[in-house]
């Protein structure tokens, strides 16, 4: 007896097995086992650095710390979107991005501004 539930249920288990397999070789890596890093602080009102150099091609985590008041990242041109402290995998084209702040953090938010390169 081969019931249609059991069908189901074994289909839906291979869909599964299937999407671990797949999953497993695309290149979207996580935070833990990206292959390079970077690390933006936020203060009132600047980053900590001017630059920021990170590896083009490769699963980069870029992680982003305040270290006073309560500031966010975008970096254009990417999709790189930190609101608040946070940490997430990007793999970038060479080029150089502007990086802002993107909470209004009060008086000094239009300065803070500094550049990724990616290279
Ligand atoms: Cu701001």
Do not use: R
Not at 4 to 22: E, G
């Amino acid at each position: 007896m081969f019931s249609s539930k059991k069908v189901v249920t074994w289909s839906f288990v291979f869909v599964l097995l299937l999407a671990v397999v797949t999953g497993c070789s695309s290149n979207k890596s996580t935070v833990e086992d990206a292959e390079a890093e970077v690390t933006i602080k936020s203060s009132n009102w600047e980053f900590d650095q001017q630059t920021y150099k990170v590896p083009a091609g490769k699963d980069v985590a870029i992680h982003h710390v305040n270290d006073e008041g309560h500031h966010g990242i975008t970096i254009k041109g990417t999709n790189v979107k930190i609101q608040g402290d946070g940490s997430v995998v990007a793999n970038l084209k060479p080029g150089e991005y502007e990086i802002i702040c993107d909470i209004m953090c009060g008086t000094g938010h239009d300065e803070m501004i500094a550049t990724l390169v990616v290279e």
